[in-house]
């Protein structure tokens, strides 16, 4: 029966790669998988089904702490998004020159990454670039730019990459140390690119058509009608700044960091604007934004770890992490494969694999292997257009062609993931921590 859970996984893994061609929602394929693969071992089980369902059990609450965890961020981010929160920082970028714009853009991109998620900022950063580049083909190299460096922010930090989160909630890593450790590889990895670009970028910015006055004053105006924006933008910031905080002070797990953030964050939302309609009040509260956050992704994030959380009941990661053990032996040779692996299945469940595959007790917390699966995860999923869920956002908001990211950004992005690589490997013998 082991054998045919492994092919139940191994085909639901093939229809979320292919979800496009095949036009089936990967959060579907996720739930189907992750159900059948459970039923199937509870069915073929030797020992009770008691004991399944304690496996169960346990899978479910470390899965949950991951998915409250998201909805919180999910919600406060798209809360902030409604008051145009974001605006403060995006209306202060207003050069002409595409290089020096392009460095601006991307560093913004890098930290605001860091702070929210690589998938919303790199929404956000594609909304704005609309604006200011109107010229397609330049828009494009921006655009490519914005999934690197939206990736490149996520890593380093325990909340702007959803592996790098599951890392922080597991217990594998620690908030500060993963921003030690991993802020300077992801420079690199973002710097090496932008180096390339700015001897090889040609072309203008372009100048907006005849509507684009219009558009502008429609934008001044929404900005205007809206009170609040920058009570909530900071207050937003703060929340999400505050969960690496709490959970030092506490030592109690990320998702109730989060949920107090946004509890604070609804309250708030609540008492602005008191004189406002009902009807149009609820699309500025946090009421509102719970019906506008992505639910198919929570839900294949649901899916995707119970699929892979029933491997790891089984022993069958563990088993397949000895045989790469004694086939390729060097850790850091697998991980780097794993990293280059995520540009073409999706690394969530390739970290949640890797999660299963070795024990806490032989790597302990911010051991090596934990620090650098989160940094090869974060940024291998650059490399093509449709391995990280900022890539595939970009691709559908701009239209990009995958062989012309294929092309003109996929070696960049290869050059900046091994030049980060590198440079994590040459600096973590002086930031190691061993355990006493």
Same mark, same amino acid.
């Given at each position: ?25 990967? +959060? ?30 346990? %899978?479910? /609450? ?7 965890? !998201? ?12 008051? %145009?929160? =974001? ?26 990454? *860091? ?6 900022? +790199? ?6 670039? #609309?604006? !200011?580049? &109107?010229?397609?083909?330049? #828009? !494009? =190299? ?6 690197? @460096? *939206?990736?490149? /922010? ?20 620690? $908030? ?31 100048? &907006? ?19 609040? +924006?920058? *009570? ?11 969960? &690496? ?5 506490? %030592?109690? &797990? ?33 009421? /509102?934004? !719970? ?60 970290? @949640? ?39 595939? *956002?970009?691709? /559908? ?12 950004? +996929? ?9 980060? $690589? ?9 930031? @190691?921590? %061993?355990?006493?």
């Amino acid at each position: 029966m082991e054998a045919t859970i492994i092919i139940v996984f191994i085909l639901g893994y093939l229809l979320i790669a292919f979800e496009h061609p095949i036009k089936i929602n990967k +959060s579907a394929t996720a739930i189907v998988t992750g159900v059948l693969c459970w039923t199937l071992y509870g069915i073929s089980s030797s020992g009770s089904i008691e004991h399944v369902s304690h496996q169960l059990g346990e %899978h479910l /609450g470390e899965i949950s702490a991951i998915l409250f965890f !998201l909805l919180g961020a999910m919600t406060i981010v798209e809360l902030v998004d409604a008051y %145009h929160g =974001f605006r403060i920082i995006t209306d202060r970028i207003n050069t002409r020159n595409p290089k020096k714009l392009l460095w601006i853009i991307c560093w913004v991109t890098f930290f605001l990454s *860091a702070l929210l998620d690589n998938l919303t900022t +790199s929404i956000v950063m594609v909304s704005l670039i #609309r604006k !200011l580049v &109107p010229n397609k083909k330049m #828009r !494009l =190299f921006f655009a490519g730019m914005i999934v690197i @460096a *939206a990736n490149a /922010g996520g890593a380093w930090s325990p909340i702007g990459d959803v592996t790098t989160t599951m890392l922080w909630i597991g217990g594998q890593i620690s $908030a500060v140390n993963i921003i030690k450790t991993l802020i300077l590889p992801s420079v690199i990895c973002m710097i090496v690119p932008l180096l390339y670009l700015q001897f090889t970028l040609k072309g203008e910015l372009g100048y &907006p058509e005849k509507l684009g006055g219009h558009s502008h004053d429609q934008h001044t105006r929404g900005h205007v009608q809206i009170k609040g +924006s920058k *009570a909530m933008f900071f207050l937003g910031v703060c929340g999400l700044i505050s969960v &690496p905080i709490f959970k030092t002070i506490t %030592h109690l &797990p990320p998702y109730l960091g989060m949920l107090l953030a946004l509890g604070v964050l609804w309250i708030v939302s609540e008492l602005i604007n008191p004189d406002m309609d009902e009807a149009e009040k609820k699309s500025y509260t946090a009421a /509102g934004a !719970l019906t506008r956050i992505d639910v198919p992704s929570v839900l294949f994030f649901l899916g995707i770890l119970l699929a892979v959380a029933s491997l790891d009941a089984m022993e069958i990661l563990q088993r397949f992490a000895t045989y790469l053990d004694q086939t390729i032996g060097d850790n850091r040779i697998i991980i780097t494969l794993i990293g280059i692996l995520s540009s073409i299945v999706d690394n969530v469940p390739l970290v @949640a694999a890797s999660m299963g595959m070795y024990s806490m007790e032989t790597y302990y917390t911010d051991h090596m292997i934990w620090e650098y699966l989160a940094y090869c995860a974060g940024t291998g999923g650059s490399i093509l257009i449709i391995g990280s869920a900022a890539g595939v *956002a970009v691709m /559908g908001m701009e239209k990009i062609d995958f062989i012309w990211y294929l092309k003109k950004i +996929s070696l960049l992005a290869l050059l900046g993931y091994f030049a980060g $690589a590198i440079v994590y490997l040459m600096i973590y013998p002086y930031l @190691a921590i %061993h355990p006493h």
